[in-house]
């Protein structure tokens, strides 16, 4: 009899990983943080197309902050969200606290779109996000080479596209990428 209860719950144990496991595979339910320090997700961008961006406030792609203010003011309307993810892997060139990450972009490029805690996108501490987004099962496996590397996801939660860094986010690979997720209700 104890044999038995012990196999019972071994079994619910192992369902509920694997349900765990499932859940997480969906990019709204990974948990993330604001640049405010808040938990949140990405679970109220449900049926919007997002482009989400790994950014830093000291590199010579920084300036592109400009053109994604400017893309997400074009096409939120229409159901774009651009999401920024600071990161500090690349050459120390994103040091300061959220806070000042946060005065930075809004201070110096008017950044409206929301940004989320800073976070490490490649490595052994990988965020869950880019866990996703990057990772062996990602449709754009591979490390994620340099700041402003940009993933586009369709309204449905799909991984549609990876733009290298030195893709502008104003460029027409983007912008007739982003129109066509838009489009496709």
Known sequence: MALMKLLILLAVVLILQVVSARAADSIYDIPLKDIDGNSTSLKSYQGKVLLIV?????????????ALEALYQKYKDQGLVVLGFPCNQFAHQEPGTDAEIKQFCTAKYNVTFPMFDKIEVNGANRHPLYVLLAGKDSPFPGNIGWNFTKFLIGRDGKILNRFASPVKPDSKEVTQAIEAALAAK
Do not use: D, I, L, R
Not at 54 to 66: D, H, L
């Open 54 to 66: 790994n950014v830093a406030s000291k590199c010579g792609f920084t300036p592109q902050y400009a």
